[in-house]
């Protein structure tokens, strides 16, 4: 089947270049993001390949539409980034990759925790340039802390599994709480008594109009003071200005990032030669308490392989008129 592939990355030609030996798709490589200016570049095409910083909006998928589009084939588990009405109403097919690599996202959170908690990004600089004091670099113990897992599907489900073996009592919050989650020990408690109690936060659900800003001015205020807060979900869980309050007034003792709201104009490209423009994000980039990766959390081996044998075998059902089981709706 031919496929416009947006947003191509080098590390996408490599897997789906493997994947695709025995699927066998037309498979047609573009580096431009999928935005209104960039719909003309699908035409003729049945399948549109994208990716999270990819817009799917109202505009765009009424153009892909109208000039041959029939399938939109999502390369990520979220999908706030699509209008989904407008698809369904159109008649467009839509898939996703519902699970790669869980461990993938849920290891990457420990890795912020554990660094922001040991200052490793501190020390790794320090020592570079020959600098061996300690001072400024006291951790805790996470043993005995209380984490907060808010969303406890695949992803939350496995850092509370992680939490635990590391000592700590796990809280949690989620609209339909686990069975497992709550066979290993976690205790659900209303998203309040997550602020009030947790030491380390941690953010799990899709981004929605209810997770929408779920951290925000109020829910930092009633946060302990110092506590850590860890967004590996989608940007826009958080209200960014009001954590830069929390950081400034020393509210916030630590915070890591995998995702930011505005970071389809930032991530995934080398702007190293630029000046950020983003205001909001150059000043969080300021402070020595926050630690922020470019949407990497998802970015293993396995989780690649996994991404692109998916995406194909959904492409393969479509063109095969059968259901894959990975479609919206
Ligand atoms: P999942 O569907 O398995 O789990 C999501 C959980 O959130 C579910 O248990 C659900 O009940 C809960 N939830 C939904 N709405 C809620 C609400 N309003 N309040 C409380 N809980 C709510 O999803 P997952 O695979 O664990 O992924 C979670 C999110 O992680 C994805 O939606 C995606 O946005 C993000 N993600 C990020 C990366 C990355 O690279 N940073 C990679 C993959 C996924």
Same mark, same amino acid.
């Given at each position: 089947m031919r496929v416009a592939f947006f947003s191509t990355h080098a590390f996408d030609r490599e897997f789906f270049d493997q994947a695709n030996v025995t699927r066998r798709h037309d498979l047609h490589y573009l580096? /431009?993001? *999928?935005?209104p200016a960039t719909t003309t570049l699908a035409r003729d095409f049945p399948v549109a390949c994208a990716f999270v910083s990819d817009q799917l909006d109202r505009d765009v998928l009424a153009a892909l539409w109208s000039s041959g589009t029939r399938m939109i084939a999502l390369r990520s588990a979220g999908f706030n980034h699509v209008d989904v009405g407008q698809a369904r109403e159109l008649g467009f097919t839509v898939s996703r990759v519902p699970a790669y690599s869980p461990h993938a996202v849920a290891e990457h959170t420990i890795a912020l925790i554990l660094t922001l908690n040991r200052k490793i990004h501190r020390a790794y600089a320090r020592v570079r340039e020959g600098? #061996?004091? *300690? &001072? %400024? *670099?006291l951790g805790f113990d996470l043993v005995g802390r209380t984490a907060g897992v808010v969303g406890t599907g695949k992803i939350g489900a496995i850092v509370a599994r992680i939490l635990m073996a590391f000592g700590c009592r796990v809280l949690a919050y989620d609209i339909a709480p686990g069975s497992e989650c709550r066979a290993m020990g976690v205790e659900y408690v209303p998203l309040d008594e997550i602020w009030t109690r947790s030491d380390v936060i941690t953010l799990h659900t899709p981004l929605t109009t209810d997770t929408r800003h779920m951290v925000d001015a109020r829910g930092i205020a009633r946060m302990k003071p110092g506590v850590m807060i860890i967004n590996t %979900?989608? %940007? /826009? *869980? !958080? &209200?960014t200005p009001a954590l830069i309050d929390g950081l400034k007034s020393g509210h916030i003792g630590y915070l890591g990032l995998d995702v930011y709201e505005e970071e389809e104009q930032l #991530? #995934?490209? &080398?702007? +190293? +030669?630029? !000046?950020?423009? &983003?205001d909001v994000f150059a000043r969080l980039l300021m402070f020595p308490n926050v630690v922020v990766t470019a949407h990497q959390a998802f970015f293993t081996r396995e989780a690649l392989h996994a991404i692109s044998e998916t995406t194909l075998d959904n492409i393969s059902a479509f063109e095969q008129g059968r259901r894959s089981g990975n479609e919206l709706y």
């Open positions: 580096e /431009a993001r *999928l935005t600098n #061996f004091a *300690l &001072d %400024g *670099l %979900g989608r %940007g /826009a *869980l !958080v &209200d #991530f #995934f490209q &080398d702007l +190293s +030669s630029h !000046v950020i423009q &983003d």
